[in-house]
């Protein structure tokens, strides 16, 4: 079974910019850098920033969703309200803001259980999809189960145990978010060679990497299972 969300990569035009947008606003810490990309400690998951140098490139106007303490939310919303049009959605006893960041991706800042403080994890990534039955029987093999799904079926959230993603029709959604494409993740698994083997006839490619293997899935994402 697939587990953790270890990364999460966006690509961005101005690497300085994301990253000093990442920094002030969501108080996230550089954990390395270079010339191309720059990667940040989101809790648990790193956030890695991504110049278009090379594949696979990073997500486009990807929306995710970050995790941060229940108490934190009013202080959280006080201070980016001064910067920001935020969007606030409330999903039975709990609230999310939602703002855009430098590259246009929708950032969603949602109550859970973590413990902080501050942004502690990432608990959901979009992707666009072109055809939703067939993307959701493909993460099924990976690994994730069905747990919602839009009345409209534009849209399914499908779940790790640990963290979700949902898998979009192209619309907009909350926020006028839209699912990300070319979306980069990697996902922690205790058998990463049983895992790519599921779904081997239907990705695009899948091939060795140093810490498993990177899987193209049949809309171009690119999904790394790797040991943990």
């Given at each position: 079974?697939?587990?953790?969300?270890?990364?999460?990569?966006?690509?961005?035009?101005?690497?300085?910019?994301?990253?000093?947008?990442?920094?002030?606003?969501?108080?996230?810490?550089?954990?390395?850098?270079?010339?191309?990309?720059?990667?940040?400690?989101?809790?648990?998951?790193e956030?890695?920033?991504?110049?278009?140098?090379?594949?696979?490139?990073?997500?486009?106007?990807t929306?995710?969703?970050?995790?941060?303490?229940?108490?934190?939310?009013?202080?959280?919303?006080?201070?980016?309200?001064?910067?920001f049009?935020?969007?606030?959605?409330?999903?039975?006893?709990?609230?999310?803001?939602?703002?855009?960041?430098?590259?246009?991706n929708?950032?969603?800042?949602?109550?859970?259980?973590?413990?902080?403080?501050?942004?502690?994890?990432?608990?959901?990534?979009?992707?666009?999809v072109?055809?939703?039955?067939?993307?959701?029987?493909?993460?099924?093999?990976?690994?994730?189960?069905?747990?919602?799904?839009?009345?409209d079926?534009?849209?399914?959230?499908?779940?790790?145990?640990?963290?979700?993603i949902?898998?979009?029709?192209?619309?907009?959604?909350?926020?006028?978010a839209r699912?990300?494409?070319?979306?980069?993740?990697?996902?922690?698994?205790?058998?990463?060679?049983?895992?790519?083997?599921?779904?081997?006839?239907?990705?695009l490619?899948?091939?060795?990497?140093?810490?498993?293997?990177?899987?193209?899935?049949?809309?171009?994402?690119?999904?790394?299972?790797?040991?943990?």
């Amino acid at each position: 079974m697939v587990d953790t969300l270890q990364w999460l990569a966006l690509e961005v035009k101005y690497l300085d910019r994301a990253q000093s947008f990442y920094e002030a606003f969501l108080e996230l810490d550089v954990v390395r850098e270079d010339d191309t990309e720059a990667v940040l400690a989101a809790g648990g998951t790193e956030l890695i920033l991504r110049r278009p140098s090379g594949v696979p490139r990073g997500g486009l106007h990807t929306h995710y969703a970050c995790s941060i303490p229940r108490e934190e939310y009013d202080s959280w919303y006080s201070r980016l309200d001064e910067r920001f049009e935020l969007v606030e959605e409330t999903f039975g006893d709990s609230k999310s803001l939602y703002f855009y960041d430098t590259e246009g991706n929708c950032v969603e800042l949602g109550q859970t259980t973590v413990e902080g403080p501050g942004v502690d994890g990432i608990f959901e990534v979009v992707f666009e999809v072109e055809d939703l039955p067939g993307a959701e029987a493909f993460y099924e093999r990976l690994g994730f189960e069905t747990v919602d799904e839009g009345a409209d079926r534009k849209r399914v959230r499908m779940s790790s145990g640990s963290f979700d993603i949902e898998l979009w029709e192209p619309h907009l959604g909350l926020a006028d978010a839209r699912g990300g494409v070319h979306v980069d993740v990697g996902i922690g698994t205790a058998d990463p060679a049983a895992t790519a083997e599921r779904v081997s006839d239907d990705a695009l490619a899948v091939e060795t990497i140093d810490a498993g293997y990177r899987i193209r899935d049949p809309d171009g994402h690119y999904i790394s299972v790797v040991g943990q």
